[in-house]
């Protein structure tokens, strides 16, 4: 078992730091850790970033070298792991995807042993299931036959995980996250966009065509809970995590119409069409509903938002950041 480290000394690199998660993650670790312990790093040039972003490197994560330069260089003592090519981003080009999804990740696994890194964080996604996976409750154990490169990615870096912490030690933890939902980043090029998307929309006063039919119900999640999930996780104690490849995590999950109806509730003349394109598959061939019992037995995992509360907060939130 590794020692525990004084948290004065804990320095962190966060790689994707300015996609949907990092953006938000960024700022929590910073709340907790203190500001400059924190290292953001993304593959955007520093003068494409906000100021407020820094300490920031530009990193190239395929460029080994530049990541151990910085590991060492910054005595880097745990690692955020969060770059990758999403679901339907990465069906346009699926080799990218899969170069950058699971050799990057090999890449942090191999330096955080060398290094001594005390944990990893890497994030799976329900992506891993597919169209034999068990659709209602899926089980942390359920099948994982993903039909999308992301996907195949994803569960394999799930098993690249587990073998680093069982040859070599390495705490690696992992989250499969649902679709996320967050009023400070973009959509990223995922299926489950269309639930961030839709808000943009509704907030300007425009009408929305969604990309999925209007009932397809699949497994989400308000960014705030994402957020949490993942300090909890990463905060548990060692003996505690019994899942070594990814904990299946959960608390929303709604329609498309579902999500029309409550935004409804608000903005009356909001209007959605439906027009289904190439992510339809995609979704049709996800679960439903997670069962995420392990996470809450093995670290007390519990979601605050459900469908009303994270609404009212992301059109809230989006109408502030609209009239600044």
């Known amino acids: ?12 690199l966060v790689i994707g730091a300015c996609g949907q998660i990092g953006t938000e993650l ?11 312990n924190v290292i953001a790093t993304d593959i955007h040039y520093r003068e494409n970033v906000s100021p407020e972003i820094a300490p920031y490197y530009k ?37 990218l995807a899969w170069d950058l999804n699971m050799n990057s990740l090999l890449s942090v696994l191999d330096l955080s042993v060398k290094h001594k890194i005390s944990k990893v964080f890497w994030p799976s996604s329900i992506a891993v299931f597919g169209p034999d996976s068990v659709k209602e409750n899926c089980p942390q154990q359920g099948v994982t036959e993903p039909s999308t490169v992301y996907g195949i990615s994803k569960a394999a870096g799930e ?13 690696v933890r992992s989250l499969r996250y649902p679709g996320l939902i967050s009023y400070t980043g973009a959509p990223g090029g995922g299926t489950t966009d269309y639930a961030v998307d839709i808000f943009h929309h509704a907030i300007k006063g425009e009408s929305y065509t969604c990309f999925l039919n209007e009932q397809t119900a699949l497994p989400m999640m308000f960014m705030q809970d994402a957020i949490n999930a993942t300090l909890q996780l990463m905060d548990a104690p ?36 439906y027009a289904p394109d190439f992510r339809q598959a995609i979704a049709d061939s996800w679960p439903a509903s997670i069962d995420d019992s392990a996470a809450r037995r093995d670290w007390g995992w519990k979601p605050s938002y459900n469908l009303k509360a994270m609404v009212r907060e992301m059109l809230e939130n989006l109408w502030v950041l609209q009239a600044e």
């Open 1 to 12: 078992m590794p020692s525990k480290i004084d948290m004065n000394n804990t320095k962190i």
């Open 26 to 36: 960024l700022v929590a670790l910073r709340k907790r850790n203190g500001h400059d």
């Open 59 to 95: 990193l190239d994560v395929l460029n080994t070298d530049a990541l151990e330069a910085l590991i060492v260089d910054l005595e880097i003592t745990q690692i955020y792991h969060l770059a990758a090519v999403l679901s339907a981003k990465g069906e346009s080009n699926p080799t």
């Open 159 to 171: 098993q690249w995980c587990k073998y680093y912490f069982e040859k070599y030690g390495l705490d």
């Open 238 to 273: 060692y003996k505690g995590i019994k899942v070594r490849t990814a904990y299946n995590l959960s608390a929303l999950s709604f329609t498309p119409e579902e999500l029309e109806k409550e935004i409804k509730s608000l903005i009356p003349e909001f209007s959605v069409s």
